[in-house]
């Protein structure tokens, strides 16, 4: 079946397939009631703690399972519009975290911090 080309239907894809031993990685959608720009959604992110963002497309450089073994932090990059929503209220971006480290451990040790 042949389908014709529909400037209405607008898709927002996301797809990586690779063998992890011990790092996640997920690929988020998020809708906001108001505009909001690539910058912008950067700079809260850099100031976030325990987010380092890895976010170049010019030199290929993006999140990966690899870049955050062994590592506390949470990395964040492939952050773009979601040109499936009108009006700039959607935004992409791509996470991977040790699940191990993160995932488990620190997060245990941080929320006893908290506690105490």
Same mark, same amino acid.
Do not use: F, M, W, Y
């Given at each position: 079946m042949l389908l014709k080309?529909?400037?209405?239907?607008?898709? *927002? @894809?996301?797809? %990586?397939?690779v063998p992890v031993m011990?790092?996640?990685a997920g690929s988020i959608n998020r809708q906001f009631e108001n505009p909001h720009d690539e910058n *912008? @959604?950067?700079? %809260?992110?850099?100031?976030?703690?325990?987010?380092v963002i890895i976010d170049d497309r010019k030199a290929n450089q993006f999140p990966t399972p690899l870049k955050v073994s062994n590592k506390d932090d949470i990395a964040?990059?492939?952050?773009?519009?979601?040109?499936?929503?009108d009006g700039n209220k959607?935004?992409?971006i791509f996470i991977c975290g040790d699940q191990i480290r993160k995932g488990a451990a620190l997060n245990?040790?941080?929320i006893a911090e908290l506690l105490l």
């Open positions: 080309s529909d400037a209405n239907v607008k898709v *927002t @894809a996301t797809c %990586i397939r011990r790092a996640h *912008t @959604a950067r700079e %809260i992110l850099k100031n976030a703690p325990g987010v964040v990059g492939r952050i773009r519009q979601d040109v499936s929503l959607g935004l992409d245990a040790v941080q």
